[in-house]
């Protein structure tokens, strides 16, 4: 088996698992057994990353940077008779992790509610395996990519669940983020959902507590056993309360800060006022002059389960990388996902005026004055309401307008879209194909709206993550991300929408959860960096470069992207840039995965011109 980075292939307890072991899994580095002794879990990965506990026919491993101390494992294990039994189990586990169980012949693989950890699964001649890499799966079976995901890349540009949870090869499943996969002795896998969101009924006071705890916890978990601990301190709130809360057990934390951005930026200003509380850390503080620009070459990829979406920075991500692995970082903390756990539009006013009108009202009106919304709009948009299907029709039908898409009140079921100037007819009728079909089994995630919008922005952004975990963890440094940890998320989604996503206050829950313990001049901020200046200007520097790697563009090839419309928006770029260069993101990392993807051999799949019949025992 090639190696893909640190992966982990699961396999049935069957004689199918066990000849399934012998094709595509014979030359694993690392093995565990199921209790029959036929082969259970192989791959590649560091030790201290996969912790077993086994009593009797029952194993469950716990597969992740920090997981669970094998002696909290094993004091669990008794509660597990049978695979449901797993759901209080994984509900007692902190961190951020997969969890892997065979239990009397049977096995089940979960991830993460949020989708930062995933699993696939495919048939190798009616056997299921599954494993947490796509790639590694596409790879064994031949499997080609989904030229439908690379059309609405190309059209759309960032994928939304549940697109964002689809598998970029064809015939390699990925179960969705609440489900777990039950793979029986004999026959297909199945996924079975396992996990539901809080019911959103705590008040803030309440749940900020918990939050507090939670996050404590998460923190406190990714200490290093060997190296450093470095954490970003932009100066926003997400960072430097990872800060603080760090340095409760790292005091001598190693904190990263970039300093640049437009004029009007005063994100550093700050992050130093912060780092001079932080006493006994060192500081980095890094010119974003010293870095590679957004949008200049090289232009690379070479993780092969999906296109990145943020692909404009890599190269300065990866400067930064370095510069904390040569100050000794082992293990890096940031602040992603907590704008998409915290902040949140204003969907929730439709839940809330039935429950509570006078409320909604008032909570209408200061989003209103706060965005500029038109007043009769605002309560059609309210008052109309619609279904999610419904919304996934009007955005397959919103791609074929010539004209620009009318300024609405964001009170749908999300934010209206054009299609990309440079998407060829075939890329946008195979996307407004896909989105249909979405739309004929599209179903909320939650009753609340205010929480179906929080779970759709955490499980889009979440596989987004999971592709820069991996950048960092080439360099050789683990990305830790706690606030996307399953138990904090659930501590934040159980707090009341209207007193979550207050239109009076920035970030109330984690302002509130960080009381003492974070600065207020932090938690009081009222403004927000801003880095567009440079990016834009960055962009049009370097439009000769991206010319160039489009003018042989493989998208382009197969039929996807006009490249004479791409060069003309990229010379005379549209006024809408926050729309338009985040779908060229997109594009751009469509066209590096397809040519990483297209460069390396072909491979065969692992199970050509073999047998179910040719299957032998193991003892």
């Known amino acids: 088996m ?14 199918g698992g066990a000849w399934a072991y012998r094709q595509i899994g014979g030359e694993a580095p690392r093995l565990v057994a199921h209790a029959s002794g036929r082969p259970w879990l192989a791959g590649s990965w560091a030790p201290e990353d996969l912790v077993v506990a086994t009593a009797g026919p029952v194993s469950v491993a716990v597969f992740g940077p920090s997981p669970v101390a094998p002696d909290r494992l094993q004091a669990l294990l008794p509660s597990v008779r049978d695979l449901p039994d797993l759901d209080a189990l994984a509900r007692a586990l902190p961190g951020n992790t997969h969890v892997v169980a065979s239990v009397h012949g049977r096995v089940r693989f979960q991830g993460t509610v949020t989708g930062t950890r995933s699993v696939f699964t495919a048939g190798l001649d009616g056997v299921p395996v599954a494993c947490d890499r796509a790639d590694v799966l596409a790879e064994l079976t031949g499997a080609e990519p989904d030229e439908d995901l690379l059309a609405t890349t190309v059209t759309y540009g960032m994928l939304f669940s549940p697109l964002s949870e689809r598998s970029w090869w064809r015939g390699v499943e990925q179960v969705a983020p609440d489900c777990c996969l039950v793979i029986p002795g004999e026959g297909p896998a199945q996924p079975v959902r396992w996990w539901q969101p809080p019911e959103p009924d705590l008040p803030l006071a309440r749940g900020a507590t918990v939050v507090r705890d939670k996050l404590r916890e998460a923190v406190a978990l990714r200490l290093p056993g060997r190296g450093r601990l470095s954490a970003d301190l932009s100066g926003g709130m997400d960072s430097t309360s990872l800060c603080f809360l760090a340095a409760e ?6 904190t990263f800060c970039w300093t640049g951005g437009s004029a009007i930026n005063d994100d550093p200003l700050y992050a130093g006022r912060a ?45 930064g990388i370095r510069h904390l692995v040569d100050h000794g970082a082992t293990r890096h903390l940031a602040g ?41 709009p605002s309560l059609a948009g309210l008052v109309r309401g619609g279904d999610l299907g419904g919304w996934w029709r009007q955005s397959a039908d919103d791609l074929a307008r010539t004209s620009p898409l009318p300024r609405t009140p964001s009170l749908g079921w999300g934010e209206r879209i054009p299609a990309t100037p440079w998407a ?26 205010g929480q179906h919008e929080a779970l759709t922005a955490l499980r889009s952004a979440g596989p987004v993550l999971r592709l820069i975990h991996r950048e960092y963890a080439a360099e050789g440094l683990a990305l830790e991300l706690p606030y996307l940890d399953d138990r904090v998320v659930e501590a934040v989604l159980s707090i009341v929408p209207h007193e979550r996503y207050s239109p009076w206050r920035f970030k109330p829950v984690l302002a509130t959860a ?49 490249v004479d419309r791409l060069r003309t928006t990229l010379v005379t770029p549209p006024r809408t840039a926050d729309v338009w260069s985040a779908q060229l993101e997109a594009t ?7 040519r990483e993807i297209e460069s390396r051999p072909a491979v065969k799949p692992a199970l050509a011109g073999l047998r179910a019949t040719e299957r032998e025992e193991t003892p």
Not at 2 to 15: A, E, K, R, W
Not at 249 to 254: G, T, V, W, Y
Not at 283 to 310: G, I, K, M, Q
Not at 341 to 364: D, E, N, S
């Open 588 to 594: 751009i990392g469509a066209e590096l995965w397809l």
């Open 424 to 449: 060829t007819g075939d890329a946008v009728r195979a996307t407004q194909a896909v989105f249909r079909r979405v739309a004929d089994q599209a179903s909320p995630l939650a009753q609340d709206r």
């Open 336 to 376: 992603h996902g907590a704008d998409e756990l915290f902040t949140g539009g204003a969907a929730y006013l439709h839940t809330l005026a039935r429950r509570h009108p006078v409320t909604a009202w008032r909570q209408l009106r200061a989003h209103q004055a706060l965005n500029r919304w038109p007043l009769l």
């Open 249 to 254: 057990h790292a005091p001598e934390l190693l």
């Open 2 to 15: 090639q190696s893909l980075n640190d992966h982990l292939v699961v396999f049935p307890d069957s004689p």
């Open 514 to 562: 960080m009381q003492g313990l974070v600065p207020d001049l932090i938690l009081d901020r009222t403004t927000k960096g801003d880095c567009e200046e440079p990016v834009d200007r960055a962009l049009q520097d370097h439009v000769p470069d991206l010319l160039d790697l489009f003018a042989d563009s493989h998208l382009a090839r197969r039929g996807l992207v006009d």
């Open 275 to 319: 780092a001079e509380l932080l006493t006994r850390a060192e500081h980095l503080t890094v010119p974003d002059t010293d870095a590679p620009p957004v949008f200049s070459p090289p232009y690379w990829a070479t993780d092969t389960e999906a296109p990145r979406a943020t692909s404009r920075g890599m190269n300065a991500i990866r400067y």
